[in-house]
């Protein structure tokens, strides 16, 4: 496996993703996707890794 170079919230974002949950012999994940409204205490570099990972990790608004 090749390091990957990541920002802080691009590394928490991918942490998010990977986190699966099994039960009754079924895996699934853990976050379905986040739920937020920007700039009311959210850090500004979420919302690039956010973006960046949208596929994986939708953002409702």
Do not use: C, K
């Given at each position: 496996?090749?390091?990957?170079?990541?920002?802080?919230?691009?590394?928490?974002?991918k942490y998010l993703i990977n986190q699966h949950v099994?039960?009754?012999?079924?895996?699934?994940?853990?976050?379905?996707?986040?739920?937020?409204?920007?700039?009311?205490?959210n850090i500004g570099g979420v919302a690039q890794a956010?973006?960046?990972?949208?596929?994986?990790?939708?953002?409702?608004?």
């Open positions: 496996m090749a390091t990957q170079r990541l920002t802080l919230a691009q590394a928490i974002i099994e039960r009754d012999g079924n895996q699934n994940e853990f976050f379905g996707g986040t739920w937020g409204i920007f700039g009311h205490g956010l973006q960046q990972y949208s596929s994986e990790m939708p953002y409702y608004l």
